[in-house]
Structures are given as structure tokens and as C-alpha cells.
């Protein structure tokens, strides 16, 4: 394992989806799927999302449509919450529903609506 890249990620992992999703990820893990939790930390938040290249903005919107379209919804809602941490504001989420609607079907779009108005209702009571 490469350490800076792992700790690079780990920071950004949190960054994106909260300290406490994070550590609670890593409470959990056991022998079987630390490595795994180690695998994700060092290469896709050290790797990619520590790619500057992209913002972290920019990566998030990536990830909705590529999780949108591979129908991966508990993973989609879990990087809608980072994409509003990143700054994507509720206008920008309706034109991205809107492309996925579009490009990954009806189905899709009424899904990740679904997930979105859940969420914007969560934040509106919380203040979050």
C-alpha cells in the first residue's frame, strides 16, 4: 500500500462523504473486508478523486451519471449527499436528473428524483 496515496484519500473520502460515514465504514470493517476498505481509500479517492485534474465538484458530477446509469442507487445517493458538499447547487442537480433521465432512461430518472426530493426534504428540516 502506498501511504500517501491512502492518506490522500482518506482525507478526501471524508472530504466528500462525511467523517462520520467514513469511520463508521472503517468501525465496521472485519479481516475480510478491510482490504477492501483500504483498496477503495488508496486508489479511487487517493488515485481519482485526488486527481486534480478534475474539481471535486466535477468528479461528483461524473459519478452521479456513471452510478445512475449502472443502477447503482444506494451508492448514487450516497455520492448526491458529496455532490451537494461539493458545491453542486439544486438547479444544477435538476438539469443533471434531467441528462440522466435522458441518457439512462425514464426509469433511472424517477429513481434518482425520488432519492434527490428524500434528501432536499432531510436538509430542509435539518438545515443541513
Not at 41 to 70: C, F
Request: negative net charge.
Amino acid at each position: 500500500m502506498d501511504k500517501k496515496l491512502w492518506e490522500r484519500g482518506l482525507a478526501k473520502r471524508k472530504e466528500v462523504l462525511g467523517t462520520e460515514y467514513v469511520e463508521s465504514s472503517y468501525a465496521s470493517a472485519d479481516a475480510f473486508n478491510r482490504p477492501f476498505q483500504d483498496l477503495i481509500t488508496e486508489y479511487a479517492w487517493g488515485g481519482i478523486w485526488g486527481d486534480e485534474r478534475l474539481s471535486k465538484r466535477e468528479h461528483s458530477l461524473v459519478n452521479l451519471g456513471m452510478l445512475a446509469g449502472l443502477n447503482r442507487m444506494h451508492e448514487w445517493e450516497l455520492h448526491f449527499r458529496g455532490a451537494i458538499r461539493n458545491g453542486v447547487t439544486k438547479d444544477e442537480m435538476q438539469a443533471i436528473l434531467h441528462q440522466i433521465t435522458v441518457y439512462c432512461g425514464a426509469p433511472a430518472g424517477v429513481e434518482c428524483f425520488r432519492i434527490a426530493r428524500q434528501i432536499y426534504a432531510e436538509i430542509e428540516k435539518t438545515g443541513e
